[in-house]
């Protein structure tokens, strides 16, 4: 089936965007959500994005005039009943999201395919609400959606093959990345992200680096952004959630610390409350070359947070490998599950978060003996969140070393 037309549920951040990147490949979208103010502010924000284009002179007025046609503004069900694909994007809860789905299983025809853009919830959840789940499917679309290249295809439970290639094939008209993830707390990006970022915040906690010197080791490795400027931007609410979920997920390798509930407490929220790490001025990206002004209070919430607490018995002295390594065992555990294919996870480090340099490649590089035994050393001073996937070992004890052996050897995991 060929996706001649769409509907995106939710004309916010996300939606706004996807509605953009279906109408720019010639698929016509219905663009729903539940007030006629938040329909005209998606629109607003599809239609400055055509803009800039023209402005840019990557289309002309008349091809962007054209493309923007292709999107209806609504808060109604009409139009429904002959769409191909929806691509729900409306707010993260659980509840939500299954009364959507619930509605759209009655109101698009019994071949409509499912989407969900979620971040987080269970894809094989949402399914089950509808009486479709073979047709139902995550489509993880990044933000900005017309940006960002990765999309990870996520499988529920009874998701039929034919609903994985429509959405693998549908991401590539789309000029994006897609990769397919089985359904995991986190999926991919962010399952590999997280521990990175906390381990980074683990650093901060005991007093071995500053934030900026811990983001510039890792702008150094191959990342956009270091981790503190990462947090700031993304929201250290929305970041202590997620730690929170994942923790509670996947238990001690996401072992989280306090500094992120004692920032939100004071209502210290990165970016958008003008402080977090770093202050900013509110809602400004800092300029690349600018000195970054600490947060005031950070050390004194620091200092209470380490009193009377045990600090690891010695620690090292700062190096990236410790804030890189957490995020390349979880890469490794999410191959040794049959999550996501070897091949896929620089890919999508790549494409989904920018990372520059792969990931699987400091294997290759340095040989998966020394990242075993980084990893042990870092176990022994630091603890359980550092114990190496046994995936790693077995690596080691084939004397694999680099990414065909590695395919090979995980093809009979
Ligand atoms: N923002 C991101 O960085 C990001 C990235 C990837 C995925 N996501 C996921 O995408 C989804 C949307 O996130 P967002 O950031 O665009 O949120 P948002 O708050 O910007 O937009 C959500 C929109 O959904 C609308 N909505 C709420 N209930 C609705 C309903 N019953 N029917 C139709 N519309 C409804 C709201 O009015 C709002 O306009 C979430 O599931 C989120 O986890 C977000």
């Not at 509840?95 to 395919?113: A, M, N, Q, V, Y």
């Not at 999550?339 to 998966?368: H, I, N, P, W």
Request: with cysteine.
């Amino acid at each position: 089936m060929k996706v001649e037309k769409a509907a995106v549920i939710g004309a916010g951040t996300m939606g706004a965007g996807i509605a953009q990147v279906l109408s720019q490949a010639g698929i016509e979208v219905i663009l729903k959500d539940v007030k006629q103010e938040f329909v005209e502010r998606g629109l607003a924000s599809i239609q400055r994005m055509y803009e800039s284009r023209v402005k840019k002179e990557v289309l002309t007025q008349p091809e962007a005039d054209h493309l923007f046609a292709m999107i209806q503004g609504t808060t109604s069900w009409e139009g429904f009943a002959d769409v191909d694909l929806v691509i729900e994007a409306a707010l993260e809860t659980i509840d939500l999201k299954l009364e959507i789905f619930g509605e759209l299983d009655r109101r698009c025809p019994s071949r409509t395919i499912l989407a969900t853009n979620t971040s987080a919830l269970s894809i094989s959840e949402i399914a089950q609400h509808t009486k479709r789940p073979d047709k139902v499917v995550g489509m993880h679309l990044f933000n900005p959606a017309q940006a960002m290249k990765l999309v990870e295809v996520i499988p529920g439970i009874e998701t039929s093959h034919q609903t994985v290639e429509l959405a693998l094939e549908l991401c590539r008209e789309l000029h994006k990345i897609p990769v397919k993830v089985e359904e995991c707390p986190g999926f991919l990006v962010n399952r590999l992200l997280f521990p990175y970022l906390n381990e980074a915040l683990h650093v901060l906690e005991e007093g071995i680096a500053e934030p900026e010197s811990v983001d510039k080791a890792a702008v150094a490795f191959g990342l956009p952004m270091g981790p503190f400027t990462l947090l700031d931007m993304t929201g250290i609410d929305v970041c202590s959630h997620v730690t929170s979920f994942l923790y509670g997920e996947y238990g001690v390798r996401f072992e989280p610390v306090s500094i992120l509930k004692s920032l939100v407490g004071k209502g210290q929220l990165g970016q958008k409350s003008g402080c977090g790490f770093y202050v900013h001025e509110k809602g400004k990206p800092p300029a690349k070359e600018e000195p970054r002004k600490l947060n005031p209070e950070l050390n004194d919430l620091l200092a209470t947070i380490r009193k009377g607490r045990m600090q690891p018995k010695a620690s090292r002295t700062f190096d990236v490998n410790r804030v890189i390594l957490p995020m390349f065992n979880e890469a490794i555990y999410a191959i040794q599950e049959g999550v996501v294919q070897a091949k896929d996870v620089d890919v999508a480090m790549e494409f989904g978060c920018g990372l520059t340099r792969g990931l699987l490649s400091l294997a290759e590089e340095k040989g998966f003996a020394w990242c075993l035994a980084e990893m042990e050393a870092y176990q022994e001073v630091l603890g359980e969140r550092f114990r190496p996937a046994w995936l790693l070992r077995k690596l080691v004890r084939g004397g694999v070393h680099d990414f065909t052996r590695l395919h090979a050897a995980v093809a009979v995991v």
